[in-house]
């Protein structure tokens, strides 16, 4: 009798596992040109003779195995996403179908300029409605990733305080901030200088006017900021920065909660970028693309990423005659293909459409706020903007933590929320739910959660060795990290 075969859903083997010398995925006519010596084409060092242990597979093998593995995936399109931080929305079909028309998924870069036109209307299009959202004069394309956006930010701002003969040291970062803030200040050569929050999750500003010198360039701010919390006194904080000659640099990945209904340019932001992949719902994860414009006031336009755009009478051009420019941060003029999804999700929102799906985003999160209070522990009394952020306090008290109950929630079947972010909230759980979930899910994941809190004080074991349903349980995080297993080793080779 045969082996019973696990059901295709609970087991994969490696693709390795079934090969066999010979089988091979596809076949070719014999050539019909004089065929070309690798090593003379290539060099000899680029040619290897065979590759070891390479899977030698039939095409349907390979199809089927890819295509089991790819509905292992959690994705935004299977289901609620609630990590923080991430905005994590769904990404309409309408952008895809934008980003396929003809002439633009054909477009190359190369292309002369009289026959990217198109091409150069969408930059400028979207420039401008970026601006115009962020209350700001300029924005740049170009950076591809937020943490890209921050660094092509402080860049602006050491050349434009260096043109003033006025290079400064210091960038001020608040404790709550996301860790890529200090990274990039460091990277881009300045000394952090970390400004602790207040009582109420806020910057406080006596400290800060303490904090801010002669020689510290500038402030980067996250508003609302990563405890969900908008900074009430920012008006104040970037005065308080403009009087002794410094800069207000502002994270702008939580700009799902301002778009329509704030202008980060008209409460004093000097600097900023925008996250195209979280806001503007283009996709999200795995590591990208993604797409962080930068939007600058007048005093920074000069120093902005070659090339800019040029309008004239015969129409868009690339201007590279800018001599203050910090020059080219990427190849080309940013994830174009992001780009488009982004400007097709602004026009198919609309002004009005935006501002709602700000409000939705918000209400969402004090709604789950709501759900949860008394149950999970509110480090913060002020309002949450577009994510609500515990600790995980009471569940502690049975030896349950935050990273416990976020696996107990895959059992539920829900993508675990942010854990243990951010670091100023001891043992924190970090819940964004986006403006795109229904009432019914809000509702479901609400259930969930509250089912959870009960069971760590009845059977806080479960928990801690959840998820239970899944088809791998907890693994060894740390050893993961620190011996991961990247090479098949056939069985007896170490
Ligand atoms: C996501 C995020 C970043 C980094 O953006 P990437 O696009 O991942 O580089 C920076 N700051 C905050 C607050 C974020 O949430």
Not at 44 to 56: A, C, D, K, L, N
Not at 293 to 303: D, F, G, S, W, Y
Request: hydrophobic share 40%; net charge negative; glycine share 8%.
């Amino acid at each position: 009798m045969g082996r019973i075969r696990q059901h295709q859903a609970l087991e994969e083997r490696l693709l390795f596992e079934r090969s066999s010398p010979g089988k091979i995925g596809y076949q070719l006519p014999a050539l019909d040109v004089p065929p070309v010596d690798p090593e003379r084409a290539l060099g000899s060092v680029h040619v290897r003779e065979e590759i070891p242990g390479f899977p030698e597979v039939s095409e349907v093998e390979v199809i089927r195995h890819f295509t089991r593995l790819s509905s292992w995936n959690y994705a935004i399109d299977s289901g609620m996403y609630p990590l923080g931080s991430c905005t994590m929305k769904y990404n309409p079909r309408l952008n895809e179908a934008v980003a396929r028309i003809d002439g633009i998924i054909d477009a190359h870069p190369y292309q002369p300029e009289c026959l990217a036109q198109g091409m150069l209307e969408i930059q400028r299009t979207l420039e401008a409605y970026l601006a115009e959202i962020c209350g700001m004069d300029a924005v740049t394309l170009q950076p591809a990733a937020g943490a890209h956006g921050e660094l092509t930010g402080l860049l602006l701002i050491r050349a434009y305080l260096e043109s003033r003969g006025d290079a400064r040291r210091v960038v001020l970062i608040p404790d709550s901030a996301h860790g890529t803030n200090p990274a990039t200040a460091s990277i881009a050569g300045y000394e952090v200088v970390e400004i602790p929050s207040n009582r109420l999750g806020m910057i406080d500003l006596a400290t800060l006017r303490d904090a801010v010198d002669d020689s510290v360039a500038a402030l980067m701010v996250t508003n609302p900021n990563t405890v969900g919390i908008f900074e009430q006194d920012i008006a104040e904080v970037a005065a308080a920065l403009h009087e002794r000659g410094a800069q207000l640099y502002m994270d702008g990945a939580n700009m799902n909660a301002l778009v329509g209904i704030a202008r980060p340019g008209d409460f004093g932001v000097d600097v900023m970028h925008l996250n195209l992949h979280k806001t503007f719902s283009t996709p999200h994860g795995g590591g990208g693309p993604g797409a962080g414009p930068v939007a600058v006031k007048r005093h920074l336009e000069p120093h902005l990423p070659l090339p800019r755009i040029r309008a004239a009478e015969s129409g868009l051009s690339f201007d590279w005659d800018r001599p203050a420019s910090i020059g080219r941060v990427r190849a080309f003029y940013g994830n174009f293909g992001v780009l488009v999804r982004a400007l097709a999700y602004i026009l198919a929102h609309g002004g009005d459409g935006l501002r709602n799906a700000t409000v939705d985003a918000v209400l969402n999160a004090n709604y789950i706020r709501k759900g949860l209070e008394g149950r999970y522990e509110l480090p913060y009394e002020a309002p949450s903007m577009h994510e609500c952020i515990f600790s995980d306090s009471r569940q502690a008290k049975h030896g349950v933590k935050t990273g416990d109950i976020a696996k107990r929630l895959i059992d539920y079947g829900f993508h675990p929320y942010t854990v243990s972010f951010p670091l100023i909230v001891r043992g924190a759980l970090m819940i964004e739910p986006t403006e795109t979930e229904s009432k019914h899910e809000l509702d479901e994941f609400i259930a969930a959660m509250r089912s959870i809190a009960e069971e760590a004080e009845r059977d806080p074991d479960l928990i801690r060795r959840s998820p239970v349903t899944t088809r791998t349980s907890r693994v060894d995080e740390t050893r993961a990290a620190r011996k991961p297993i990247l090479k098949w080793q056939s069985a007896g080779q170490e």
